[in-house]
């Protein structure tokens, strides 16, 4: 397993990897547009925040993008579009690529993330992984109804946890 930022020139392999998972997990994400896009928007898209992929042998196996927003703090990052291979879930994927982040980004302590209600999978995932409810919800009518639910992981937190006895 080789974890690594997609460089921004990197776009097809975002554009691949992104309409796979789109295409797997439909009812994970609120994508609207993406298999419409052309390279223009697939250049800007792989070009915000950053890109983290995982790669087996030469194959794309999991994704993740992480953004810094603006009016957030500075030690704060917001993630979306988590995705691994259902070949290759409960295998550690997903923790080896928040690792990776963590080692590239030593000063982030918050990593916040929306989810949507349904997708226990998912939920069950990030608690194992630390997050917990930020208690905030939000009601979505595009590109459907449904609900999302803010979590949060304290990276700090996380690791006093982990080393208590
Ligand atoms: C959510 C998702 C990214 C998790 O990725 P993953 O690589 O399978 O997660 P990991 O293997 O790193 O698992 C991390 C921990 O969560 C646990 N876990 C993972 N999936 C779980 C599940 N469905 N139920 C219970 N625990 C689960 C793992 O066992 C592991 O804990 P452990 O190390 O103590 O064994 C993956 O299931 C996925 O791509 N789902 C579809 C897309 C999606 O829903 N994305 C999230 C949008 S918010």
Redesign the pocket.
Known sequence: MHVEVLAGDDWKILQEVRLR?LK??P???LATGEPSWGEAEWRTYSREGAWIVTRSGDQVI?I?HCIRVDDRPTDERH????????D???????????QYLAAIEPGVRILM????DG???????????GFESTGERQPLTKPRLCVEERLRLDRQAAISDSTDS
């Open positions: 998972a797997d997990s009812a994970a994400f999991g993740l993630l979306e579009s988590v995705w691994v291979d259902p290759h879930r409960r295998t550690g994927v997903l923790r080896t690529m928040l993330a929306w989810i949507l997708n226990d999978d998912a939920r069950a995932a990030y608690e194992r992984l």
